[in-house]
Antibody, heavy 117, light 107 residues
Framework: QVQIQESGPGLVRPSETLSLTCSFS??????????WGWIRQAPGKGLEWIGS???????YYNPSLSSRLTLALDMSKNQLSLRLRSVTAADSAVYYC?????????WGQGVLVAVSA | DVLMTQSPSSMSASVGDTVNITCRAS??????LSWYQQRPGRVPRALIY???NLKAGVSSRFSGTGSGTDFTLTITNLQPEDFATFYC?????????FGQGTKVEMK
């Protein structure tokens, strides 16, 4: 069973960089059948796909975020990272990390990030 | 980009009802469609993958049909724990896209 845990600051100032880490257990990040991804949900809104990685071979980003976004896999630590630059209040959301194999089967509990001065 | 149009955006139903939620893709996505349930304050969970396959541990009251551009999630014999918001997701081609969500409320 894959266990996923997101971590990162709950508060980020406007124009700064949001950095989140996702740690996995129960599966190797190098498992070739899985994509690893981030999804976010602004308060009271729907789910928004941020991006997905496949074994450091393919990176897929939401075009609305791609100019500010970097996703990376650290295979030595079995971790996925997210960096979102120049954040605004519109980036305030719960950020979820999840593993995908035909569906997002395994989710972390999410981390609530507020962008505020 | 593939646009996913989900309908209805909300609905009222009673325990025991059958509910249908549809997602229409703006282009052919084959069967790369999954469905999710999100209860208030909870993490989403996958119900259906590859358009019509039930995830392990999910009640057989949930079923999915469709391929290409038109997909349906059906919930039969609606139970109190089913009142939630449901989303579809296309994973056929990036950017992957969620539908806008359907909130199923108790009548």
């Amino acid at each position: 069973q894959v266990q996923i845990q997101e971590s990162g600051p709950g508060l980020v100032r406007p124009s700064e960089t949001l950095s989140l880490t996702c740690s996995f257990s129960g599966s190797s990040i190098t498992t070739r059948s899985l994509y690893w991804g981030w999804i976010r949900q602004a308060p009271g809104k729907g789910l928004e796909w941020i991006g997905s990685l496949y074994y450091n071979v393919s990176n897929y980003y939401n075009p609305s975020l791609s100019s500010r976004l970097t996703l990376a896999l650290d295979m030595s630590k079995n971790q996925l990272s997210l960096r979102l630059r120049s954040v605004t209040a519109a980036d305030s959301a719960v950020y979820y990390c999840a593993a995908y194999h035909w569906s997002f089967d395994h989710w972390g509990q999410g981390v609530l990030v507020a962008v505020s001065a | 980009d593939v646009l996913m149009t989900q309908s209805p955006s909300s609905m009222s139903a009673s325990v025991g009802d059958t509910v249908n939620i549809t997602c229409r893709a703006s282009q052919n996505i084959n069967i790369f469609l999954s469905w999710y349930q999100q209860r208030p304050g909870r993490v989403p969970r996958a119900l259906i993958y590859a358009a019509s396959n039930l995830k392990a541990g999910v009640s057989s009251r949930f079923s999915g049909t469709g391929s290409g551009t038109d997909f349906t999630l059906t919930i039969t014999n609606l139970q109190p724990e089913d009142f939630a918001t449901f989303y579809c997701l296309q994973g056929h081609s990036p950017p992957w896209t969620f539908g806008q969500g359907t909130k199923v409320e108790m009548k």
